[in-house]
């Protein structure tokens, strides 16, 4: 069993240490799982959200690569809400990755939201969760997808993307899409 002791001290060098030393404590926080109590687990799944909210980019994105490993559904709402309200769009890469590792087959939308308004690295984990992963959806959330790029392909086309991304999130729009002429 791990003593209180050696987590806080691995909580503390998450906090005080530099990237790398700061990275090390966060895998071995995450890596002794096993060994730990629900509520010291718990206390870690905690720390680590709590983490999203740090003012020092690189401690968040430490949180998004631990949450991510811990593997709890209960991230991804805080990851959500982490990209949408908390980053530049260009810098959200890391905590969209972190949901790679994660379910969000009740997210669809907000999976789409990321390919459509987030910097190239985002899209690209976006595209990959949209590929890997299973969604719960409504015919009515397919509409609002189309609807939504349909509108900013009229922007797209005035240099707003790159050509190479147009091609990427129509792609990925038209499997999804592809249902609603399954449902007809």
């Not at 906090?15 to 790398?20: C, P, S």
């Not at 949209?130 to 997808?145: G, K, N, S, V, Y």
């Amino acid at each position: 069993m791990i003593y209180e002791e050696k987590i806080q001290q691995l909580k503390n060098d998450v906090l005080t240490k530099e990237w790398e030393e700061a990275r090390e404590a966060s895998d071995d926080l995450v890596e002794s799982g096993s060994s730990l109590s629900s509520d010291q687990k718990e206390g870690i799944f905690s720390f680590f959200i709590s983490l999203l909210g740090d003012e020092s980019y690189d401690k968040r994105c430490i949180a998004a690569y631990a949450l991510k490993n811990i593997g709890r559904k209960e991230a991804v709402a805080p990851l959500f809400n982490t990209i949408f309200t908390r980053e530049r769009t260009n810098y959200n890469g890391t905590f969209v990755y972190a949901l790679t590792g994660l379910d969000c087959s009740e997210h669809l939308k907000d999976v789409f939201k990321i390919l459509f308004y987030q910097g190239f690295e985002a899209r690209i984990h976006a595209r990959e969760i949209l590929r890997d992963q299973e969604f719960e959806f409504t015919r009515q959330d397919l509409l609002d997808i189309k609807a939504t790029w349909e509108s900013l392909k009229i922007n797209a086309e005035k240099g707003e993307y790159e050509k190479d991304t147009m091609v990427m999130i129509d792609k990925a729009v038209n499997r999804y899409i592809s249902y609603l002429d399954e449902q007809n």
